[in-house]
């Protein structure tokens, strides 16, 4: 067993509904609230359990919005009260990440914090847990450290960060620093990615003592810190913590941890990564949970919903199945059905990204009602 | 105005279920019942619109299934309860035709009757009464007169009828003989017969004296022809018409009209042929369901279901929709998408054909409920 690490505080930002996963994830039901791999579990639940031995349950917090409270409490029965951070609003990653880091600094001036997506899927939690206490040894040496994905083929879908030079700190081997971010890449140069060994995909964790992620905060966006010093200020103070955020959260500046902190960190030398050797998907949409699912097998039907009731005949892609119904799949390839109790998706993997498309098509014909 | 034909009677056999059309056509629902060109009317009754100048609404009868009665009697509020025929059970259309002649004979020994399928579609009302116009005339000198389609493709879908000599007859100067009837031909024979004027498809469309189909039944078919007097003598007798149906209808030979009536009689120089040049589709499938309601154009996508919510991005193919559910097809290409509340089938205008095959599975493995 590994143990708990000591100071290190892991942040689940729970925020994102998955919108090219639709009718699947949806307002009500946003992706980290599903079980997209089979497990049984909530992609919240499975970051939990990854997080839980690294950590124990009494560090681990959650940064999501009021109307998933509930649902988040459900499905994280161990989660103390004072580790749920509720968002009136979405603001983006770096006021949702940025007010763990204030609150938590606040609690603990001394604290470690670490970031992980609620809805990406990790399988080999030995060597996710190797990275991550590499990555704690880093950030205990001031440093901003990401733990970047070695890839497993020229994706186009993810973002890159290139490794520099080797970094020496004690109980972390692998640690370099970072060269440059790269956003996601056309095909021909995330082949040259792929066979260059120190590009790795950029999978959103960041780990750093909570005051070196804020003092990059206050370098970079001094409003955006100001707002989040006022509001963890106030936090703990039962009365006063209410009013605060309704007032000072709507004003908070949108912007990704990327461009906010990490970006600019890497510019400053401040940013360190760790190779994470581990497989790693953030299930973006409908061709990646497909691939998920059938572990890359492009022969396969993959089917989702423990209710389903499929006739399938040389169909190949995704069912997901949440209602009762008969469905039959006659001779359709690389086929995407998601079938909801009201609405429906026909696609091809090859067209999952324009689902997001569907989406705002939706929002602007008035039929809101099924997002 | 048509003035009605004197002593032409119509016959409307509306027993099959139409299984490539599942989960649209189905046992409670057969192909029959639905409107399927979305003029607002059932085939059924279109059926009836077009027959009725012809015949006035008094000599049209209907034989179908007891379990449809209701169903029939809502569409047709004209039709007379002596012309409604109910099988207890289906026994192919030379019992079906075969008894509405046994009947219709021994009300009017001189009666001339034409059968029709309930669920065909048909375009040109003036043309296709001029056809019939001129098959009564040709009845009316002892022929066994069928209309064959005058082919608008090279269909590999239609059984082909081969017009012989020109036949004299007054009223009727399209009249042929009949060469030989060709069951569905492959591609390569389906150009030639196409190029070749003289092949027509085989509608199914017979027009005789009752006595002479009778005649020729009970020449071909003894055993058959013998049931369907023993019925027709009970038939009008309210007493006895029950008993004798449950004792004698599930005995008769399951045959169709074409290998009992219409070859024989061909070999024989009996039948005859008007060719008809109105647009017809016996509508077998969903891919010529498409190809109905797109008027053959590629690149549409045919919707069909007055309630659909529907968003396409770049879709084609056909999408039927029986519940109010949101329906998001993007990308899919001659796609087939049949959506009610209890089943859904997914398939393309290409795979039409094996839709009948899921009906069998279906069956076999137990979910017989959808069908």
Same mark, same amino acid.
């Given at each position: 067993m590994t143990e708990p690490i000591d100071d290190f505080y892991a942040v689940i930002p729970a925020g994102g509904i998955g919108s090219r996963l639709w009718p699947l994830s949806r307002a009500d039901a946003p992706k980290f609230l599903h079980d997209l791999t089979g497990s049984g579990n909530s992609l919240l639940r499975d970051t939990w359990d990854r997080l839980e031995s690294l950590t !124990? /349950? $009494?560090?681990i917090s959650v940064v999501t919005g009021r109307a998933h409270r509930a649902a988040v409490e459900a499905e994280l /029965? !161990?989660? &103390? $009260? &004072?580790?749920v951070f509720l968002e009136s609003e979405p603001r983006d990653s770096a006021a949702a990440i940025g007010l763990a880091a204030a609150i938590l600094h606040r609690r603990d001036p001394d604290v470690i914090i670490g970031s992980f997506a609620a809805d990406h899927v990790i399988r080999g939690t030995r060597t996710f847990e190797f990275a991550v206490q590499q990555a704690v040894e880093v950030a205990r040496a001031g440093y901003i450290c990401t733990i970047g994905i070695q890839p497993s083929e020229p994706s186009v879908g993810f973002g890159y960060i290139q490794k520099g030079d080797e970094l020496i700190v004690d109980g972390a081997p692998e640690a370099a620093t970072v060269e440059r971010f790269v956003e996601k890449p056309d095909l021909e140069t995330a082949k040259q990615y792929y066979s260059d060994r120190s590009f790795l995909w950029n999978a959103g964790m960041f780990i750093s003592k909570a005051s070196v992620l804020l003092d990059e905060l206050a370098a970079n966006e001094p409003e955006l810190h100001a707002g989040l010093m006022e509001l963890a200020e106030a936090w703990d103070d039962r009365e006063r913590r209410g009013p605060v955020v309704d007032r000072v959260w709507p004003t908070l500046k949108k912007i990704a941890i990327d461009y906010a902190v990490a970006e600019p960190a890497a510019d400053k030398g401040r940013l360190a990564v760790i190779p994470g050797h581990f497989d790693w998907d953030d299930v973006g949409d409908f061709a990646s949970l497909t691939k998920l699912i059938n572990n890359g097998r492009k022969n396969d039907l993959a089917v989702l919903g423990p209710k389903a009731r499929v006739l399938s005949d040389a169909a190949t892609g995704i069912l997901v199945s949440q209602t009762s119904r008969v469905i039959s799949l006659v001779g359709v390839k690389d086929i995407v059905v998601v079938d909801t109790p009201d609405a429906l998706l026909v696609t091809t993997t090859e067209h999952a990204q324009r689902v997001k498309g569907v989406v705002e098509s939706l929002k602007l014909t008035g039929r809101g009602d099924v997002l």
């Open positions: !124990g /349950p $009494d560090r /029965p !161990g989660i &103390a $009260d &004072a580790n």
